[in-house]
């Protein structure tokens, strides 16, 4: 399909299909990577002509039962409140009652909800899995945890009907490691329209191109603190450092990044943000830093550029893979490095060409139709 091109609707010969979606906490506007991959992708496959159901963990949704949104139904289903716990006991759940739903196919994201394929397979499902990135490289996870993760690959590479990687790294390792197709399908990325007033600039007291934005949980693999080390080596007075995100759970590292913004002058913590209020954030910011350690295929990177900032990345194979320019990486973990290219890059900003180009290189390589049309094709032959 070209690029940009928008999804169709299935040719009438075609019997309309019902997915259903596990591994999330959910959708709408809930924070994660995994969570706004599957509400663009939703939102896409309804629009195509099939039915979309998400089970999602009740706690991150509204209190009651089952509702709609954009014609996709979200189902709530209970979980335990404890990191541990919550998606491996959420997804055997999540599995007995798409079990009871019969879809045409249940698609299940990331390694460790893979766990459960052979289950799913036990009970007649046709299973797709999409691997988001190695979450058992993830900093929060000991030993035994990332055992049962890499279990999980195991299945969910060996076992599936259909397999997807949201990088291109990602989908060669594993088709060479369990000898089985593995299908890249990238992120895509909403083209965001000029950005409405919210007044959350004026909320907490931002200036327009005066403030350097991440946009990410606080989790140990988002490197904030080393983002705000950077920051405070840097002499730009009237800068700030805004950070858009949250924990779910409240950690040692959710703790330590708060008390070193709380010491920090010019960090701002604004809390997970969505919606017109994250797309005003992204228009007025000066540079976009995206420092992590780990990452599938960063969202948040791609907006950034769909918004035309200027980006900064941390050199980890998933950020090369989108293969910025040389000036646009530094060394993972390098906080002179970082803020010696935060300095640079807001004594350079972007010309309005290389704007342009940004923007149409996004557009065309990383759009949620096309994101849906490749889907589409590893369902089609997961049911034939």
């Given at each position: 399909m070209?690029p940009?091109q928008s999804a169709?609707?299935p040719a009438k010969s075609?019997?309309?299909?019902?997915?259903?979606?596990?591994?999330?906490?959910?959708i709408?506007n809930?924070?994660?990577?995994?969570?706004?991959?599957?509400?663009m992708?939703?939102s896409?496959l309804?629009?195509?002509?099939?039915?979309?159901?998400?089970?999602g963990?009740?706690r991150y949704?509204?209190q009651?039962?089952s509702r709609?949104?954009n014609?996709?139904?979200?189902l709530?289903l209970?979980a335990?409140r404890?990191?541990?716990?919550?998606?491996?006991v959420?997804?055997f759940?999540?599995?007995?009652?798409?079990?009871?739903?019969?879809?045409d196919?249940?698609?299940?994201h990331?390694v460790?909800?893979a766990?459960f394929v052979?289950l799913a397979r036990?009970?007649g499902l046709?299973?797709?899995?999409t691997h988001?990135?190695?979450d058992?490289e993830?900093?929060?996870?000991?030993g035994?945890?990332?055992?049962v993760l890499?279990l999980?690959?195991?299945f969910?590479?060996?076992?599936?009907?259909?397999?997807?990687a949201v990088?291109?790294?990602?989908a060669?390792t594993?088709?060479?490691?369990?000898?089985?197709?593995v299908?890249?399908v990238?992120?895509?990325?909403?083209?965001?329209?000029?950005a409405a007033?919210t007044g959350?600039?004026?909320?907490f007291?931002l200036?327009p191109?005066?403030?350097?934005?991440?946009?990410?949980?606080?989790?140990?693999?988002?490197r904030?603190?080393d983002?705000?080390?950077?920051f405070a080596r840097?002499?730009?007075p009237g800068?700030q450092?805004?950070?858009?995100?949250?924990?779910?759970f409240?950690?040692p590292?959710s703790?330590?990044?708060?008390a070193?913004a709380?010491?920090?002058?010019?960090?701002v913590?604004?809390g997970?943000?969505?919606?017109a209020?994250?797309?005003?954030l992204?228009?007025?910011?000066?540079?976009?830093?995206?420092?992590s350690?780990?990452?599938g295929?960063?969202i948040?990177?791609?907006?950034?550029m769909a918004?035309?900032?200027?980006?900064?990345a941390s050199?980890?194979?998933?950020?090369?893979?989108?293969?910025l320019?040389?000036?646009?990486?530094f060394?993972?973990?390098?906080?002179?490095?970082?803020?010696?290219?935060?300095?640079t890059?807001?004594?350079?900003p972007?010309?309005e060409?290389r704007?342009?180009?940004?923007?149409?290189?996004?557009?065309?390589t990383?759009?949620?139709?096309?994101v849906?049309?490749?889907t589409l094709q590893?369902?089609r032959?997961?049911?034939?």
């Amino acid at each position: 399909m070209p690029p940009g091109q928008s999804a169709s609707a299935p040719a009438k010969s075609e019997p309309r299909r019902r997915i259903v979606f596990l591994g999330l906490r959910g959708i709408p506007n809930i924070q994660g990577g995994v969570e706004k991959h599957v509400e663009m992708l939703a939102s896409e496959l309804n629009s195509c002509g099939w039915d979309v159901e998400v089970i999602g963990r009740s706690r991150y949704l509204p209190q009651g039962g089952s509702r709609s949104w954009n014609g996709i139904r979200v189902l709530p289903l209970w979980a335990p409140r404890k990191m541990a716990l919550e998606a491996i006991v959420h997804t055997f759940l999540g599995v007995w009652l798409a079990a009871l739903r019969r879809p045409d196919i249940l698609h299940i994201h990331a390694v460790g909800p893979a766990l459960f394929v052979p289950l799913a397979r036990l009970l007649g499902l046709r299973v797709v899995v999409t691997h988001h990135g190695y979450d058992y490289e993830r900093q929060k996870w000991g030993g035994f945890a990332r055992s049962v993760l890499k279990l999980g690959e195991y299945f969910g590479m060996r076992l599936s009907h259909g397999r997807i990687a949201v990088s291109n790294g990602v989908a060669r390792t594993m088709a060479a490691r369990y000898h089985a197709p593995v299908a890249f399908v990238p992120n895509g990325v909403s083209l965001a329209p000029p950005a409405a007033e919210t007044g959350i600039l004026a909320e907490f007291a931002l200036k327009p191109k005066r403030y350097v934005l991440l946009a990410a949980r606080f989790v140990p693999e988002k490197r904030q603190c080393d983002l705000i080390q950077a920051f405070a080596r840097l002499d730009r007075p009237g800068f700030q450092l805004v950070l858009a995100g949250d924990a779910e759970f409240e950690t040692p590292y959710s703790a330590e990044v708060r008390a070193l913004a709380k010491r920090t002058p010019g960090v701002v913590l604004t809390g997970f943000q969505t919606g017109a209020r994250l797309a005003e954030l992204f228009a007025n910011a000066a540079l976009f830093v995206l420092p992590s350690s780990h990452e599938g295929m960063p969202i948040a990177l791609l907006e950034a550029m769909a918004s035309g900032l200027p980006v900064l990345a941390s050199d980890i194979a998933a950020n090369k893979e989108i293969d910025l320019p040389a000036e646009d990486y530094f060394p993972l973990g390098d906080i002179d490095a970082l803020a010696r290219a935060i300095a640079t890059k807001m004594a350079n900003p972007l010309s309005e060409e290389r704007i342009r180009a940004q923007r149409l290189h996004v557009e065309q390589t990383y759009s949620w139709p096309g994101v849906a049309q490749q889907t589409l094709q590893v369902y089609r032959a997961s049911l034939a």
